[in-house]
């Protein structure tokens, strides 16, 4: 199970977070739950996004911990001063301003397009996941589309100018 999807909630976390540290540890917290959990999932059903499910949840109940206890986060990871080639710049400045702007959406809208983009989940399954309905799930995915094109519309036009 673990080595089946691990990737998947990696990717999911690491959306989220935008950490790799915190998200190691919520994807292993990840596995853990649904160890400890395993006699709930119901056998025919979506292991994805079951564990998906539980990944969100983990990630929900850390962040309300870290609100309670007013815990920041820890700065961010050395960037190594190696040059590397022109084409590998330009790859890293759009990822940057992918990350920037996948930032400036709201966790849910930021959950609900990464599950339909990267995990290639319907709606139904997305909603059962993020614990909202299959209308505002499809409502988030439009809220997402809308706002990553208008920002990365603006950051175009920014460097034509």
Known sequence: MVEAHWTAVYRLVYSLTGSPHDTEDITQETFLRAIRRWDTFKAGTNLRAWL???????????????????????????????????????????????????????????????????????????????????????????QARSKLLKRLGESAAEGNS
């Open 52 to 142: 998906l499910r539980i990944a969100t949840n983990a990630f929900f109940d850390i962040k309300r911990k870290k609100q309670t206890l007013k815990i920041g986060p820890l700065t961010e990871d050395v960037v190594s001063e190696e040059k590397s080639a022109e084409s590998e710049l330009d790859v890293a400045e759009q990822s940057k301003l992918i990350r920037v702007a996948m930032q400036e959406l709201t966790e849910l809208t930021r959950l609900v397009f990464h599950l339909r983009v990267t995990e290639d989940l319907s709606f139904k399954e997305i909603a059962g996941i993020a614990g909202v309905t299959e209308v505002a799930a499809r409502q988030h995915m439009h």
